[in-house]
């Protein structure tokens, strides 16, 4: 399963804010056995977010969005959404019913815009704040607050699923430089990805669906480097 992410935020662009979501919902779906395979962040402005919305939901099997939920000024991810798939935002009855049988909120009490989800769309309730996210075709809409969109993930982590990538890593104390012949190799020998991530030393990544190979791989790589350690 290829999965795109879409952070929504002007704070996200301008570094107020550190893009936390995006490393938390790489890290899950990857142990799900998805493949994030784009992360993109857009401004607070809907013809940027439907349009890079619009663009990846045609690429990949699942779009993830989060950030920008909720009734402010700025909070304009549902409308991008909802453009991007052709549909209006309108008050969404069992985001009101369930904001009022779970939360202290009166329907009375909540700010216009709260419960206006696009047209169609399944609700995904918010355990940890107010504002609800949504799934629209094959788009999930997750909010921006990390407490909230991790809660909110796994009432629909089932939801993502692919085959299980074993790993393993293999740390080097050579210039990264010096192991481009090793790597080549090892990829000739093994049906491994590999990925290389230097440092005060080189970490080796080492992935593959099939085990046995991997260990093998790992094995090779080992007695060809120089440890960390050694």
């Not at 779009?63 to 939920?69: A, N, P």
């Not at 798939?85 to 700010?111: C, F, K, M, N, S």
Request: hydrophobic share 40%.
């Amino acid at each position: 399963m290829d999965v795109a992410l879409v952070t929504v935020g002007d704070e996200l662009l301008a570094g107020d804010t550190v893009n936390t979501n995006a490393a938390w919902l790489g890290e899950r779906l990857t142990e799900r056995g998805a493949s994030v395979e784009r992360v993109v962040v857009v401004p607070d402005r809907v013809a940027d977010i439907a349009r890079v919305v619009n663009e990846l939901r045609a690429e990949y099997d699942a779009v993830v969005v989060t950030g920008g939920l909720g009734p402010t000024h700025d909070d304009l991810t549902m409308e991008g959404v909802a453009a991007a798939v052709g549909v209006p935002v309108e008050e969404h009855d069992e985001a009101v019913a369930w904001i009022t049988d779970h939360t202290d909120y009166e329907r009375a009490d909540l700010v216009e815009g709260t419960t206006h989800l696009p047209r169609g769309s399944r609700m995904l309730p918010n355990d940890e704040g107010v504002a609800p996210g949504c799934v629209v075709e094959n788009i999930y809409v997750l909010p921006g607050v990390p407490a909230e969109m991790e809660a909110m993930f796994e009432r629909i982590a089932d939801e993502f699923a692919g085959e299980y990538r074993h790993v393993r890593t293999v740390e080097a104390d050579e210039p990264e430089s010096a192991l481009v012949e090793r790597f080549a190799e090892l990829r000739e020998k093994f049906d491994v990805t590999v990925g290389s991530y230097p440092g005060d030393h080189v970490r080796v990544k080492l992935q593959s669906t099939d085990e046995e190979e991997l260990e093998r791989a790992a094995a090779w790589l080992r007695e060809r480097v120089e440890g960390v350690d050694r």
